[in-house]
């Protein structure tokens, strides 16, 4: 054979085997789907509320880029691989619903290409108030506790805006604290998971009278939930009734005795009056003077009687003036006409005994006060003239 010939034919040879070995490498460089090696929940059956690990361990001889966790179809978590050929990833859980739920990893390598492995995991129920531990570190997560809800006022009224009052604790945080009624939630106060928080909460005065559910809340940082239901009463508000004014005191009548007095000589002025709040007292004016007053002690009718002397005669006017337990008061006038004596000397000691108050008026006290005043008087006389007389004879 010609070697030309030859050499033609071996590098025809040559060019259809790399052809055909092309797809095989193109396979060698190109290692495939991820592998996911392995895939378990610790512990495989965890307590509700309790944390518990999803391990995941896959390989790919791309590299891996990232692993990624679904619980029930809902993503929770991704782990980075930063493309490696082995990547182990362990994911923290928590799971607030007890029963069955389905974990399912993905893992994606560099090229792109995926692989999905999932596990079932059986979420044991604990009751509200039963706490477990795990063994690093110890976890407890009781309920919420609502310590205090109560209205306020208790018995709030119609067309009056009230308040809900609401305070609650946890353990591990309080996320709100809502007030609902009727399926619309009033009110909420976010408590930034501290352990204990209150609030009161305004309801407005929208309600007619009767008695209306309303639904205190507490959720805390693990959506746990505890609730009460408390009753309002509301009552048809309290509508004061209006008091009539005071009516000031209704005068009766007024009169004099004698009706035209002497000069020097006692006389009376008595008066009445009545009053539906009761009267204080009735008062003897003559101008801006006060001469005298008798209490009413709240009495409905009243009269009083005032003993009075002029020692000229004259025109004179006084008034009469009631006073209610309200504070009304009503006056009236009355003029006295007093006549002259004509007197021939006895009558000017008798001037100079008696007291003129200014404007002519004297006022004469009780005669049992008189009596007792001349009583002593004499009584001192006679003390003074026997104590001289033994004096005098000793």
Known sequence: MNTEG???????????????????????????????????ASPDEPYQYERFEIYVRAEDGDGLDIIKLYE???????????????CRCTFDVRESDAGYHTYKVKAYDEDGETESESIRVYVL???????????????????????QAYFIPTEPETAMAFEA?????????????????GGIRLGIKNCYNSQSCAHSFAVSPKYTQGNYEFIFRAIDRNDHEASVKKIAHIKEQYVPQE????????????????????????????????DDVGL?????WQGQKLLDSRSCSGSADCSASFKLSISKAGTYS?????????????????????????????????????????????????IDSVMFFVSALLFFIVSVAFIWHLIKHH
Request: a negative charge; charged letters at 20%.
């Open 318 to 366: 006084v008034s009469v003036k009631a006073i209610d337990s309200g504070g009304a008061v009503t006056a009236m006038s009355k003029v006295i006409e007093v006549a002259e004596v004509e007197t021939e000397g006895a009558g000017a000691g008798t001037e100079e005994a008696q007291q003129e108050s200014p404007g002519g008026y004297i006022v004469i006290g009780d």
């Open 165 to 181: 009052y609401l305070a609650a604790s946890s353990s591990v945080g309080l996320k709100s604290i809502e007030v609902w009624h």
């Open 243 to 274: 008091l009539p004014p005071n009516v000031a005191p209704t005068f009766i009548s007024t009169f004099v005795e004698p009706a035209s007095p002497d000069e020097g000589k006692a006389f009376l002025v008595s008066t009445r009056f009545t």
């Open 280 to 284: 204080s007292r009735i008062e003897l």
């Open 72 to 86: 029930d179809s809902s993503r929770i978590d991704t782990c980075d691989c930063d493309g490696d050929d082995e």
């Open 125 to 147: 129920p604990v009751e509200a108030d039963y706490y477990y531990t795990y063994p690093y570190p110890t976890y407890s997560y009781p309920a919420p506790a609502i310590t």
């Open 6 to 40: 030859t050499k033609v034919i071996s590098a025809l040879f040559a060019i259809m085997l790399v052809i055909a070995l092309l797809p095989m490498l193109a396979s060698a460089e190109n290692d495939g789907d991820p592998d996911i090696e392995r895939l378990y």
